[in-house]
């Protein structure tokens, strides 16, 4: 899992370049930790309801731990920050967005697709993401501008084609009352997929193995990977309501954002549900 020779990071600046190498080694140093304790974790309840094993904490706290050496004027927010339940500004230029154990209900269990997600945000907008999928043991990097990423192998979501006779997409329930009113019909005859991780129907979207991903539960640490790497990869993204992105302050009590990104083809279709 080296960096593929075809990303072209001198197109980007001295500081965004060392992040993006800096943030690849970060990921990739935790897969073998992530890899034994699959299945094996321990877990507790967190307060809202969600599951969080010593392995989300202990991933968390290395990545930063790697990151903010060279990068201390940097922000770190992940979704397993203790102390982050007050909103707090997002002042330099460049944040890290971390979900250390992205589906952690699968990860806990032994279900396969799961990952690390670490975006990199530079005034408040994703500029790069990587995402280990589990499921594949394969690390997926990119971003506007220097293209997306599976292994070595540039990957590609901007197509006409649908990858099933039907438009197959992922989604995650439970969700609101109104969208499932406005998707009722559509949910008789369109392909889903749910997956059990935000990450890796993200990553499949920008792979071209999913026609879209449709999100009403996304938080910003499940897509600030998975937006750079898509877009990178000719996806389109959108939020159906307020946008995450510019992100100017973080909490771990942060709102979802639900969301769509895909092929054209995909987009314009959940476009006319919502209009």
């Known amino acids: 899992m080296n960096t593929p020779q075809t990303l072209q990071l001198e197109t980007a600046d001295d500081a965004l370049r060392q992040r993006i190498i800096a943030g690849k080694d970060a990921v990739l140093a935790e897969v073998a930790y992530f890899r034994q304790n699959f299945g094996d974790a321990f877990t507790h309840w967190k307060s809202d309801g969600t599951r969080v094993t010593n ?8 990545i930063f731990q790697a990151l903010s050496g060279p990068f201390p004027e940097d922000d770190f927010c992940s979704e397993e920050n203790a102390d982050d ?5 997002l002042a330099s230029e460049f944040a ?7 589906g952690t209900n699968n990860y806990a269990v032994g279900v396969p697709e799961c990952g690390i997600s670490l975006g990199l945000l530079r005034d408040g907008m994703p500029v790069f993401g990587f995402i280990y999928d589990n499921g594949r043991d394969v690390l997926l990097q990119g971003g506007p501008g220097f293209g997306s990423f599976e292994g070595n ?4 979501a901007s197509t006409d084609a649908l990858v099933n006779e039907k438009l197959t997409f992922c989604m995650h329930f439970p969700i609101p009352a109104d969208a499932l009113d406005r998707l009722r019909d559509k949910l008789t005859t369109w392909r889903i997929r749910c997956p059990g991780s935000a990450a890796v129907g993200f990553a499949n979207v920008a792979a071209g193995r999913l026609d879209g991903a449709l999100e009403f539960r996304s ?3 499940d897509c600030a990977a998975g937006h750079p790497i898509g877009v990178g990869a000719g996806a389109e993204f959108h939020f159906l309501e307020e946008p995450a992105f510019p992100m100017r302050s973080f909490s771990t009590a942060m709102p979802s954002f639900p969301l769509y990104v895909g092929t054209p083809r995909f987009c314009e279709a959940v476009a006319e549900v919502f209009a």
Request: aromatic fraction near 12%; avoid cysteine.
């Open 85 to 89: 339940d007050e909103y707090r500004p």
């Open 96 to 102: 890290w967005v971390l979900d250390p154990v992205d």
């Open 55 to 62: 392995v989300d904490l202990a991933i968390s706290e290395k």
């Open 219 to 221: 938080k910003p640490w």
């Open 153 to 156: 192998q540039p990957i590609t």
